[in-house]
T-cell receptor, first 112, second 114 residues
Framework: GNSVTQMEGPVTLSEEAFLTINCTYT??????LFWYVQYPGEGLQLLLK?????DKGSNKGFEATYRKETTSFHLEKGSVQVSDSAVYFC???????????FGKGTTLSVSS | DAGVIQSPRHEVTEMGQEVTLRCKPI?????LFWYRQTMMRGLELLIY????????DSGMPEDRFSAKMPNASFSTLKIQPSEPRDSAVYFC????????????FGSGTRLTVV
């Protein structure tokens, strides 16, 4: 079946540090891949997406590349800020289907 | 567009009472989803609709939960009777089928059953 596995948190970083949050998936065919961010007390917001292999999604300094060969979609940011503190969710939308399948989320805490 | 609108934002109710959560999707979106989020289980898909028709309700925990979508601009999730273990944040989300976009989520309803 389809599934998403994220690295467990919390991830604690100092401001301006480099961020990587690992995400791997299991799916048949060519799913679409997403990263969502959830700030405290809010709903999930789409951060970036990639719909085919080797696509790179990017937004607000965050990037992730759709790697078919390693079934991965790792989230990276070169220099994190305190305002990036949130929960990050990796998700996939199956090639045949609409329902998003989410990972368990990774909490990021950035201190100044 | 105002986004996906959920009401109420917070609901506190006593065990055994009926609870109704409401959602207005983005105009033109033909899919609507209800999720539940807890610390223990993370995000769980409860049910989703396509063009107002329920497609998959396998995530609905038990018969106490029901969902309707009487028209393209409104959906409800009802719990009757409510129990303390139903306490969670309930999210509604909507999307279009093509291209394969992600969802737009509402701000959620935080339900507390005492």
């Amino acid at each position: 079946g389809n599934s998403v596995t994220q690295m467990e948190g919390p991830v604690t970083l100092s401001e301006e540090a480099f961020l990587t949050i690992n995400c791997t998936y299991t799916a048949t065919g060519y799913p679409s891949l997403f990263w969502y961010v959830q700030y405290p007390g809010e709903g999930l917001q789409l951060l970036l997406k990639a719909t085919k292999a080797d696509d790179k999604g990017s937004n607000k300094g965050f990037e992730a590349t759709y790697r078919k060969e390693t079934t991965s979609f790792h989230l990276e940011k070169g220099s994190v800020q305190v305002s990036d503190s949130a929960v990050y969710f990796c998700a996939l939308r199956p090639q045949a289907g609409t329902a998003l399948i989410f990972g368990k989320g990774t909490t990021l805490s950035v201190s100044s | 567009d105002a986004g996906v609108i959920q009401s109420p934002r917070h609901e506190v109710t006593e065990m055994g009472q009926e609870v109704t959560l409401r959602c207005k999707p983005i105009s033109g979106h033909d899919y609507l989803f209800w999720y539940r989020q807890t610390m223990m289980r993370g995000l769980e898909l409860l049910i989703y609709f396509n063009n107002n028709v329920p497609i998959d309700d396998s995530g609905m925990p038990e018969d106490r939960f029901s969902a309707k979508m009487p028209n393209a601009s409104f959906s409800t999730l009802k719990i009757q009777p409510s129990e303390p273990r139903d306490s969670a944040v309930y999210f509604c989300a909507s999307t279009v089928d093509s291209p394969p976009n992600g969802y737009t989520f509402g701000s959620g309803t935080r339900l507390t059953v005492v």
